[in-house]
């Protein structure tokens, strides 16, 4: 019989201890450079969103035009040089501006507002014409999770003889989307012309006013919506990557990896064609929060499960379904053209899609590559970073309660 010495165990004991701690500060040191890079962007601040901007040209010779847009990033020039408020060194007074009731945010507005209507422009046949603000409807505070979108309307008297109209959105004001309806009350017709997403202080392409309305060839159709739906992913949807990252982290094998991905894409493009075609709808204060939650949920199964497995999958296309809702949200705000609402679905799709394979190769990259047969990446990358990206879910998750 062997006589296992003392000293034999506590120097082995120690070996033992010191390996555990140092997987302990590896966790810890990942899990907080997981945090450094998120908890910056994770906090109150509202994502920059572009102006969207509808402009009515009557047959009776009136036009009306309605702009969807943050009155607090106006006032406290918070344009698309930002992806965030947080970004912005007025980020404190956007956050006050953005408690403010409904009526005091207005005085604040009507201090602002002619300075407004002289930066923009609205010009029939290249001639300029006056702009005068009839209305401004901004909402209670409300849920702060999104930004506050308020609507300014313009009216005034419309060139009847005009073959063509353009608009002009400053970029101090930030990106803009402007799309033209021309309405023929008398003859029943109208019809809303393509929408054209403007940047860099570009002014839109003249809109023809000779017809009911002027069709976009299709490959402009799919352009615009293949870039919004790629950039609604990168850089823009931080909560998105975070969960197509962790489902790179619990597995990287190809097939088990195409296959949660591949229920993900099944599931978001079910309920954002629903949601689009007016089917089903959720608000924002469920939706957002639960979008968090799953992210919580899907770092936590990293750490608790080593394959994937059946339920996995379940899970994935459930979460796929809130995602999809949370893609909606923003396509509805871009809106959606009454004669290539297909197109233009499919179109968005595809660029979600081509964002998060570039999420996943950019990944594999970064740690796969090198690291994914080593016996320390579970226990040195997947747990940590799972671990990372379900605090965040559940900081998120916190955060985004409507109470």
């Not at 207005?106 to 005068?132: A, N, S």
Request: include cysteine.
């Amino acid at each position: 019989m062997r006589v296992v010495k003392p000293r034999f165990l506590i120097v082995s004991g120690l070996s033992e201890a010191i390996k555990i701690m140092s997987q302990l500060k590896n966790l810890l040191l990942i899990t907080v450079l997981f945090l450094s890079i998120f908890l910056p962007v994770i906090s109150t601040a509202d994502v920059v969103r572009p102006a969207l901007v509808e402009i009515s040209i009557n047959a009776n010779g009136t036009y009306r035009i309605e702009i969807r847009t943050s009155i607090e990033a106006l006032l406290t020039g918070i344009n698309a040089n930002y992806k965030s408020t947080r970004d912005s060194p007025m980020a404190q007074a956007y956050d006050n501006l953005r408690e403010l009731q409904a009526d005091e945010l207005d005085k604040k507005w009507q201090t602002f507002r002619q300075y407004f209507i002289e930066q923009i422009e609205l010009r029939f046949d290249g001639r300029q014409v006056p702009l005068v603000v009839t209305d401004t409807k901004i909402p209670e505070p409300g849920y702060t999770g999104v930004p506050r979108i308020s609507v300014i309307t313009l009216e005034g008297a419309a060139n009847r003889s005009a073959q063509t109209v353009d608009w002009y959105y400053p970029i101090a004001f930030g990106d803009n989307a402007v799309r033209v309806r021309q309405v023929d009350e008398v003859r029943e017709k109208w019809h809303w012309s393509e929408w054209q997403w403007l940047r860099k202080d570009q002014r839109s392409e003249p809109f023809s006013l000779a017809e009911v309305f002027t069709k976009r060839p299709l490959i402009g159709t799919v352009r615009i919506y293949l870039v919004s739906g790629f950039e609604h992913i990168l850089p823009g949807g931080l909560d998105h990557i975070l969960f197509i990252l962790g489902i790179f982290l619990l597995c990287m094998r190809l097939k088990p990896l195409l296959w949660q991905v591949t229920m993900f894409t099944v599931a978001h493009t079910v309920t954002l064609g629903l949601t689009m075609a007016g089917y089903i709808q959720l608000p924002a204060y469920i939706v957002e929060p639960l979008i968090a939650l799953s992210i919580t949920w899907i770092g936590i199964e990293n750490i608790w499960h080593r394959n994937l497995h059946t339920s996995r999958l379940l899970l994935v296309f459930a979460f796929g379904l809130l995602h999809g809702m949370g893609f909606a949200d923003a396509l509805r705000e871009f809106g959606m053209p009454d004669d290539a609402f297909l197109t233009a679905l499919i179109s968005f799709n595809v660029g979600v899609e081509l964002g998060q394979l570039a999420i996943i190769l950019m990944a594999f990259l970064a740690v796969g590559l090198c690291c994914r047969h080593r016996q320390w990446y579970r226990p040195v990358v997947v747990i940590p970073g799972s671990a990372a990206i379900a605090l965040v879910g559940f900081y998120w998750t916190l955060e985004r309660l409507p109470f």
